[in-house]
């Protein structure tokens, strides 16, 4: 929940029972100086198991890894990764690195990976509402942010709030 030099994160799931399902959801701001490797593997070992991998990524500086790893070894099994990240800054590097593997037929695994900037036709139409530029920027990260996390309990959801409202302030 605050800014880091270097950080490094890999959870392993095992999904093993028939139907099961797992969730990974990661939120990480890049700051100068400093280097994250985080991410996320699941392997759907039983039929009908599912998983979910969500990762936003907004760099300043620094460097971002955003890793994922789906891996298909049974019947009727579903996964979907998300890799996405905006670089505010010349500073700031993000390399997202989405990988699946399919041990069987049947399955049903996707992936989507994007790395880029704002889009300046977006802060443009915010501003012709009234908002400043820097306020334009900051709604459009927040939104980015936003990652509905289920299951994540009122007081941790609280605090992941707290923490991208004050990162706003030094994204922008």
């Known amino acids: ?3 880091v030099r270097d950080l490094q994160s890999n959870p392993v799931a095992h999904c093993v029972g028939e139907g099961a399902t797992v969730r ?31 990762s936003r990524a907004v760099a300043t500086g620094g460097e971002i890894i955003a890793r994922g790893y789906i891996e298909g070894n049974a019947a009727d099994v579903r996964g979907h990764l998300e890799c996405r990240g905006l670089i505010l800054d010349d500073g700031g590097v993000i390399h997202a690195v989405p990988e699946l593997r399919g041990t069987i ?9 994007a790395v880029g900037k704002i889009a300046e036709e977006e802060v443009q139409y915010l501003m012709a509402r009234g908002l400043t530029h820097d306020e334009a920027a900051a709604t459009i990260v927040r939104g980015f942010l936003h990652v509905d ?12 709030q707290k923490a991208i409202e004050a990162s706003e302030q030094d994204l922008m």
Do not use: C, Q
């Open 24 to 54: 990974f959801n990661s939120v990480v701001a890049g700051f100068p100086g400093s280097k994250m490797d985080l991410g996320s593997r699941v392997f759907l070992d039983a039929p009908r198991s599912r998983t979910e991998v969500i």
């Open 105 to 113: 037929a049947g399955i049903d695994l996707s992936h989507e990976a």
């Open 149 to 160: 996390i289920e299951g994540l309990p009122d007081a941790l959801n609280a605090e992941l």
């Open 1 to 3: 929940m605050k800014p």
